[in-house]
């Protein structure tokens, strides 16, 4: 909780600060990566900072976790910061790297608003910070304790590599044009580690120029010896914004070495649950929900299970053909698909255009999962919402920054 003294200072400067986070916050990463740029070549996504994500990503957050303790004392922004909290885990973030955060997003909030930051002011704001950090390096260290327990025991030069394991691509599989999958075993022969149906893998890869990049890639199924996870090549190759996709495409053949994180994510289906589940998609978002799907086919599960996908084409929509195939192995289950412009001329025009959740009969205790770009997931909440689902029993995992969360919670 923020001290008496310090939240009648942050109340007073929030809108000042708030108000300049857009100046402060690139200007921040321009001097922490000039002091470190090693941050930016093997840690910062670079496609991420090319198009300025990451930084409102970190604006907004930091603006709704000072919001939050001076209008909500008494609560905090446990979703956000569970969010923030498994990326910084499946990247390898450490405790040691808070305070090189925030020397330099001090010196850049100072450099902006001058001679507005008084000392006391200052050490208020400061204290939010290390209340945001502290919380997440607690929700971290919990984190990564819990990936290494359910790892199994790491021995010789799995316990050597740390928090990068290396696992064997041992088959590979094109979906589509644009999306390819590959299955992997650990090189050392060790156990899987335990994984819930909807998680993700942090994957590093050595580029031409040397930078080690990492990118988080959803699972989209399992075995009892390996794991799947699904790339599609994204746009804007040649360059920073696709650069780790078009070199898993290129160059991530059968038999490659790859560096995998543990399996990471907030957002994954609830095991124990027992009601009616809706997995919401558009385009690549379909990967996590697959993985989900699959997991109620191989467990046999009785519960209801709606499926609503949409996408451009039959030709892009990645996993067209083992959607149906799950749904015809599960007791209670049905599939919904919507395509843009579908090739086949006996299409149902009622699936044709945008996914319209409306439309679906929803089963009273349903939990819902979404995943896709953030414009769909917007429009496909509020249809939720709309149609009578509780905000509380709505899910959803957005690919990199999430632009969305910090500005509602």
């Known amino acids: 909780m923020l001290s008496s003294q ?27 990566f000039a002091a470190h740029p090693e941050l930016l070549r093997d840690l910062f996504n670079r496609g991420n900072q090319a198009t300025g994500t990451q930084q409102q990503a970190l604006a907004g957050s930091i603006a709704a976790f000072a919001t939050m303790l001076v209008e909500h004392p008494e609560q905090r ?30 010196a850049a909030i100072v450099e902006v608003l001058g001679a507005a930051v008084t000392p006391e002011v200052a050490a208020a704001w400061d204290e939010v910070y290390w209340l945001m950090a502290n919380a997440l390096i607690a929700l971290e260290d919990r984190l990564r304790t819990q990936a290494e327990a359910t790892a199994g025991p790491a021995t010789g030069a799995q316990a050597a590599a740390g928090h990068w394991r290396s696992w064997r691509v041992i088959g590979r599989q094109q979906e589509t044009a644009e999306v390819v999958s590959f299955l ?43 794991l799947r996870f699904t790339v599609k090549r994204e746009a804007g190759t040649p360059g920073p914004a696709g650069e780790v996709s078009a070199f898993l495409h290129r160059h991530a053949q059968v038999d490659s070495e790859l560096r995998l994180s543990p399996p990471f994510g907030d957002v ?46 039959e030709q892009s929509h990645a996993f067209r053909s083992e959607l149906a195939q ?18 086949d001329p006996d299409w149902p025009a009622e699936r044709t255009g945008l996914i319209d959740l409306t439309a679906l009969e929803l089963p009273a205790g349903t939990t819902a999962y979404l995943c896709g770009p953030l414009p769909f997931l917007r429009a496909a ?26 500005t509602t919670v």
């Open 6 to 32: 310090s939240a009648v200072l942050i109340r007073a400067t929030l809108p000042a600060v708030g108000g300049a986070i857009g100046e402060i916050t690139p200007l921040f990463y321009r001097r922490l």
């Open 77 to 106: 922004p446990d979703a956000m910061l569970s969010r923030i909290a498994h990326k910084h885990a499946s990247l390898g973030i450490r405790r040691e790297q808070y305070p090189i955060v925030q020397e330099h997003l001090f």
């Open 184 to 226: 992997v075993r650990p090189v050392d022969g060790g156990p899987l580690p335990t994984v819930r149906p909807g998680q993700y893998v942090s994957v590093q890869v050595e580029l031409p120029d040397g930078a080690r990049q990492i990118r988080q890639y959803s699972l989209s199924g399992q075995s009892d010896e390996a």
């Open 268 to 313: 994954h289906l609830d095991e124990a649950g027992e009601g009616p589940v809706l997995l919401v998609s558009a385009g690549i978002g379909c990967t996590p929900m697959i993985g989900m799907l699959g997991h109620l086919a191989a467990t046999g599960s009785t519960r209801k299970v709606i499926t609503a996908h949409a996408d451009r084409t």
């Open 326 to 343: 799950l749904t015809e192995k599960l007791a209670a289950a049905e599939a919904h698909v919507w395509y843009e412009q579908p090739a």
């Open 381 to 406: 909440r509020s249809q939720l919402l709309t149609a009578g689902l509780p905000a509380s029993a709505i899910h959803y995992e957005v690919f990199g920054p999430d632009l969305w969360l910090a």
